[in-house]
Structure formats: C-alpha cells, structure tokens
C-alpha cells in the first residue's frame, strides 16, 4: 500500500474523469500497461472494499487513471480534490500478453481505458482501434488516442457521432470488408454483453481473442477468491492474481458470462 497525491481529477464527459496521482518515478516505472491498482476511496468501512482501476496513462512520475461513476465508489472518488492524499495498492495482475500478431482493439465505454497506456509503451500498435460509446459525450480522451497515429473507429449507439451503431457491429463491418486480407487477433475490453458480442464476431472468422475482464474484485490479491473466474479445462483462475486479460479459448466461457 503506498499514498498517492491527486494532482488531477477531472470531468471529461459524461460521467468520465480523469484523475491524476503524483508518484515517484521508480513506483510509476513498475507498472505495466494491462496492469491494475486499488483505490481506498474512504477511510470508513463504505464501501468497505479499494475499487480497482486500470492504469490509463503514465508520464514520469504522473500516473492517470480514467474511470466512469458507476456507484457508491465512484462518486465518493469523483470529488476527490487536488492535493488529497489516496491510499493505494498495486501494481496488481498481470500485463497485456505480448501479441506478436497484427491485432485490432475493441473498447466499449470505459474498457478504452488502458489502452492508453499500452498504446503509450508499445512499439506493436494494434492495426486499428474500435471505440464505442452511447452517446458522444462520452467519447473521452480522444485526442490522446489520435496522438498515436493509430486508426481509430468511433462509433456511437445514437449516431450523435461517428459510426452508428454498436461497436462490434463496425468491427463484424472491418472484418467483413478486410478479413481476407489480413487475419487479425482481437483485444477486447467492456462491458460482459459487449464481450460477448466479440466472442461471436471472433468465432465467425475464427479469430484468436485476448478478453479483458473488469468485473467484480474484493480483495484483490489473491485471498478472498471473490474473483475467481471458470477455465475450460475445469478449475478456476483468479481475475485479480493472472488477469484482467485471458485468451478467451481457455476460459469457460459459458460461465463466465451466465
Ligand atoms: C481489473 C479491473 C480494472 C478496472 N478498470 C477500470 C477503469 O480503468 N475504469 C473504470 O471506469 N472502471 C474500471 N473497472 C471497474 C471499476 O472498478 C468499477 O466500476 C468500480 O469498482 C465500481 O465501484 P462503485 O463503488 O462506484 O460501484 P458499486 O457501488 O460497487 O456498483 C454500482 C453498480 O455498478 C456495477 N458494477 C460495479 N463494478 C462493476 C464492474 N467491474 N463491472 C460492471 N459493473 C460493475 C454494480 O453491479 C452496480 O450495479 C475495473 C475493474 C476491474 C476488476
Ligand atoms: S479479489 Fe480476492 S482473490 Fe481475487
């Protein structure tokens, strides 16, 4: 557990912030992209548990986190001020696994968020980034993306802008118009009805899948075994421990979405 100081934390749009925490260069340099930390964001017992972000971001000794207000949790970290001390725990999980193949991202809603960071530190840019949202003002960070050169798809389930429709419909449109000319793998990160989706898409055109999976963590380091996630070959694996990311034919995956 270290204390992190709140340089930042900003709305970006819609219920999107951006929050920013000062650490030192040697701690910053320890985490890698893919990899999460923890956020005590009260010093009560509520909500009980640190709430687990991932890392969007790293500049020096500047650490950026990207998260949606969902809840209790996230509302309190919402009106965190500049200047307060965080209490922290991480780097937790594992990294992003090296993909040596051409590979497209998919992001839905705030799932875009650790991709910054990968695409920070990667010299193997994905060929392409879809990037969905409902509405536009919650397309966030944007331009931070576009910095990259990397083609970014933006899609929109209202068509406010970009692309309209839901964002594995464009990718399915991507891979439709282009498959045969290239055979990417995909790396998925959203909401479970989101990932899903992928999987289908993945399954037409028999593409290798890395998931991200956000969901629900207590403890985070291995203890609890609130986390623990079904493998296709029996037994479990713990989100918190080998995650967020696994190759998708390794988990059982009528379980892990039931
Ligand atoms: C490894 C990991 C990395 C994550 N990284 C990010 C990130 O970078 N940015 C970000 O915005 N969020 C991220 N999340 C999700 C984030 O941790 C949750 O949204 C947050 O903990 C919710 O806390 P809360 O107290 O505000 O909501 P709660 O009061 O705990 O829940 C409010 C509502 O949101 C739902 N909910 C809570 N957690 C999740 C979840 N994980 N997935 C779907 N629904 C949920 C609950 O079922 C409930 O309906 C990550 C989660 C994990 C496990
Ligand atoms: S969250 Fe407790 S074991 Fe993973």
Redesign the pocket.
């Known amino acids: 557990m270290f204390e992190a100081k709140v340089f930042i934390n900003q709305r970006e749009g819609g219920e999107y912030y951006l929050l920013g925490l000062r650490v030192s260069e040697n701690l910053a340099k320890k985490f890698l992209p893919g990899q999460f930390l923890k956020i005590r964001v009260s010093s009560t017992l509520d909500p009980l548990f640190p709430r687990p972000f991932t890392i969007h971001a790293i500049e020096g000794s500047k650490l950026y986190l990207l998260y949606r207000v969902v809840g209790k949790g996230t509302q309190i970290l919402s009106k965190i001020l500049p200047e307060e001390e965080l209490k922290i725990l991480g780097p937790l999980g594992k990294p992003f696994p090296e993909i040596k193949e051409p590979y497209i991202i998919c992001a839905g809603g705030a799932g875009i968020a650790g991709f910054g960071y990968l695409l920070q530190k990667t010299s193997h840019l994905p060929l392409k980034i879809f990037y969905g949202v409902r509405t536009k003002e919650e397309l966030v960070r944007v331009n931070f993306y576009e910095k990259f050169h990397v083609s970014l798809t933006l899609v929109t389930e209202d068509g406010s802008y970009g692309t309209k429709g839901l964002v594995t419909e464009a990718l399915e449109e991507e891979l439709e118009n282009k498959f045969k000319k290239y055979k990417p793998c995909l790396l998925a990160c959203g909401p479970l009805p989101m990932l899903k989706s992928v999987l289908k898409v993945a399954k037409k055109y028999q593409l290798k899948t890395f998931l991200v999976l956000e969901t629900f963590?207590?403890?985070?380091?291995?203890?609890?075994?609130?986390?623990?996630i079904p493998l296709r070959k029996g037994g479990y694996t713990?989100?918190?421990?080998e995650g967020p990311t696994f190759l998708a034919e390794e988990l059982d995956l009528e379980r892990v979405f039931s």
Do not use: D, K, Q, S
């Open positions: 963590l207590a403890c985070g380091t291995g203890f609890c075994r609130g986390c623990v713990h989100l918190c421990i």
